[in-house]
């Protein structure tokens, strides 16, 4: 992650070069995603490319026409998206676009009211975020991502504590957890003081890059951010992206919700644009300009009419002339 | 299709590999340890502590006979009534909720006791099985009400307080013909279960109340509980961000449920202390407790908004308030001071409190 340089020109998803050794997560990444998707990379040859793209067509996740309602409020109509194995897809949407909606579907928070959802290619219905985590879809939310008062370990283990001793002595393994903590976030290049520190007194950035590390130590298929660079300042977003970027490296497919196009473009495989709860446009990287994409996103037409409104209105007086 | 069968194997091989390879890495980096001051700062019933010091030294100064055996045995006594129950309402104020109903619950408790057993003409043993059902059921009750609603603990268990206090008094009065309950004291069983809750140790000059030991007994198993096992990391959990704690699989209704029904234990243990000790119980007591209880908690160190805090401190909470209330009149003072005394000791504690924790999340 630390090597290349995120936005560089990669293949189609699934391709990871077995240079990545030199980054932080090891040789066994390669094997494990080399697996994953059913092909050696390394060693590319058209037939590895053709049986690449049939793994590449089954997708992890698939949403089709999927709507969801809050009472009368239409926040999700007619949605589809696929995520793939060692792919990001982005979904970019204003505010209010239906993008929490969303992956609160794909989660196991809400259920939907129409459409499929299929997981593994078997059609899903989550009753709990318990059932998502258990077939290997976390999720990091936008706002409701760590308890700020517990101790960084106990926010990386919260919902899988691991136990030693039997019976009444059945206790969690504190020196165990203190450790492995320690090593997962080192492992995606965080090096934390002090690991009893209340997760609240970390940066958004170091909150955000603590639960993907999380979600990625518990065996993630599949990683759900929830505009995990919205609240954060240049550097930190750099930061948070390449962790994306190590993820999706590891073989994990990454949907990656944001209103940033700049971001997303960054780490991108697909984009499927958000638009008052409706697909307004989904596209893959190859077939999309950063240009198109931003204007897109911003709506063509209503870009156009701001950027005219921002050239006519006068230059304001600099502050302390008038007097 | 060859991502699900792959999966496993690859998380398991990636978690492994690291292990391997980082292991090094982290052995020859020297543990991080916090200093002494630090971590004591950091911990919730810090406040109280010094609280507790500063109370006993006031009064061992202001009263003659304070630092009398007898008298020391009297103030733990004292609080551990108060204690047995403020280590359970610690523990669900840490898991974000209030319960107004477990002062008039301790009483219910005893009734029930009381009354099945004498009703029934039966070992008083069967009545404390009752009781402890009964018991459990009303603190279940809370919780699945409050899970199920969604409605703030406090109006939920407002309601709680305010049916249970009716019908401890119109049932007693309509099962024994007045306020309180007949005497059970030559009933079969009565002196073993005298034994259990009520009996009293010499220990030189020391006289040892039972009570005593199940305070220590539960705060003990509660700091073990709130500290060491997963229940804990979910009572602080789901009082800290209950969503978060939610979204990554911890049965937060489950938990809170948990939490009531430990309060109702805690209720049940000093109810049947109070009917065992005393033989008859007067249906109208406990009014008002359940605020001494959350007070003892709040001056221990936990959040009114959860999250935060300890057993020992709530453990703590209570001995401050077993030494005012004793103190006072061993003082020889007018006991009315005692409630004015106590609501000054709960914002001072607040105060302190608040203070502490942003200075130890400052020094960070
Ligand atoms: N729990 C809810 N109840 C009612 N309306 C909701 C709820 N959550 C979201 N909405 C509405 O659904 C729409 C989409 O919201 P959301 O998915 O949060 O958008 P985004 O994350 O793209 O900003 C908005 O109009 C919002 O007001
Ligand atoms: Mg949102």
């Not at chain 1, 077995?18 to 066994?28: C, P, Y």
């Not at chain 1, 926010?155 to 504590?161: A, I, K, P, Q, V």
């Not at chain 2, 911990?43 to 009064?59: K, Q």
Request: with cysteine.
């Amino acid at each position: 992650m630390t090597d290349e340089q995120p936005e560089s020109a990669r293949p189609e998803q699934g391709a990871h070069p077995a240079e990545d050794a030199g980054t932080a997560t090891g040789a066994d990444t390669g094997t494990a995603t080399g697996a994953d998707t059913g092909a050696d990379t390394g060693t590319a040859t058209e037939t590895d490319a053709a049986a690449e793209q049939s793994a590449a067509d089954a997708p992890l996740l698939r949403l089709e026409q999927v709507t969801k309602s809050y009472g009368n409020v239409a926040a999700l109509s007619e949605v589809s998206l696929d995520v793939h194995a060692g792919s990001v897809s982005c979904v970019l949407g204003d505010n209010g676009a239906g993008k929490s909606t969303l992956i609160k579907i794909i989660a196991g928070l809400h259920p939907h009211d129409s459409g499929t959802y299929t997981i593994d290619g078997e059609p899903a219905r989550l009753g709990s975020p318990r059932e998502a985590l258990d077939r290997g879809i976390a999720t990091v939310y936008q706002d409701l991502a760590v308890v700020p008062l517990m101790p960084v370990w106990r926010n990386f283990f919260l919902g899988s504590e691991p136990r030693v001793g039997r019976g009444p002595l059945r206790r969690l393994d504190v020196a165990e957890m203190r450790r492995t903590t320690r090593r997962a976030l080192l492992r995606m290049g965080i090096d934390l003081r002090d690991v009893d520190q209340p997760i609240g007194t970390l940066s958004g950035g170091e909150r955000q890059c603590v639960a993907i590390a999380r979600a990625v130590h518990f065996g993630a298929r599949v990683l759900v951010l929830d505009e995990p660079t919205a609240a954060l300042g240049v550097k930190q977003s750099g930061v948070v992206l390449k962790y994306v970027a190590a993820a999706r490296d590891e073989g994990i497919g990454v949907v990656l919700i944001t209103h940033n196009p700049h971001h997303a473009y960054l780490v991108g495989d697909r984009f499927v644009l958000l638009k008052r709860g409706e697909m307004a446009g989904s596209h893959a990287k190859e077939s999309i300009t950063l240009d198109r994409l931003t204007r897109e996103m911003a709506g063509g037409s209503e870009l156009d009419e701001l950027s005219h409104e921002l050239e006519r209105s006068p230059a304001p007086p600099p502050p302390g002339s008038a007097a | 299709m060859s991502h699900s069968p792959a999966a496993p194997e690859s998380s398991a091989a990636t978690g492994s590999a690291a292990t391997a390879e980082e292991d090094p890495a982290a052995g020859a980096e020297p543990p991080h340890v916090r200093s002494l001051p630090r971590r004591l700062l950091s911990r919730p019933e810090l406040g109280s502590l010094v609280g507790a010091v500063a109370v006993f030294v006031f009064f061992a100064v202001a009263a003659d006979t304070f630092l009398k055996a007898s008298s020391l045995s009297t103030v733990l006594y004292a609080s551990s009534t108060i204690g047995i129950v403020a280590v359970a309402v610690a523990l669900l104020m840490i898991g974000g909720e209030f319960d107004l109903s477990a002062g008039v619950l301790v009483t219910t408790s005893a009734l029930v006791s009381s009354m099945f057993s004498y009703q029934m003409t039966a070992n008083v043993w069967v009545g404390i099985g009752m009781s402890l059902l009964v018991t459990l059921a009303v603190g279940v009750f809370n919780g699945w009400m409050l899970t199920r609603t969604g409605l703030p603990s406090f109006i939920i268990t407002l309601g709680t307080f305010l049916m249970l206090t009716g019908l401890n008094l119109g049932l007693t009065k309509l099962i024994s013909g007045t306020v309180s309950t007949k005497s059970i004291g030559d009933m079969e069983g009565f002196p073993e279960a005298e034994k259990v809750f009520a009996s009293s140790f010499q220990i030189g000059g020391f006289n040892l109340r039972v009570t005593v030991l199940w305070w220590l007994g539960l705060v003990a198993v509660a700091t073990w509980v709130l500290l060491r096992t997963r229940a804990g990391n979910w009572i602080f959990a789901a009082g800290g961000n209950s969503e978060a704690a939610r979204a990554v699989g911890v049965p937060v209704r489950a938990t809170k449920i948990g939490l009531y029904a430990g309060v109702a234990f805690c209720a049940w243990v000093l109810g049947q202390h109070l009917l065992f000790s005393y033989d008859v119980v007067q249906s109208g007591e406990g009014v008002g407790n359940e605020l001494i209880y959350i007070a003892a908690a709040v001056i221990g160190g936990c959040l009114l908004t959860g999250g935060y805090g300890s057993a020992a401190g709530a453990a703590i909470g209570a001995l401050i308030f077993g030494i005012a209330s004793k103190g006072i009149v061993y003082a020889q003072w007018d006991p009315d001071w005692f409630k004015f005394f106590l609501g000054a000791m709960l914002l001072l504690a607040a105060l302190l409190n608040a203070w502490i924790r942003k200075r130890a999340e400052a020094t960070r």
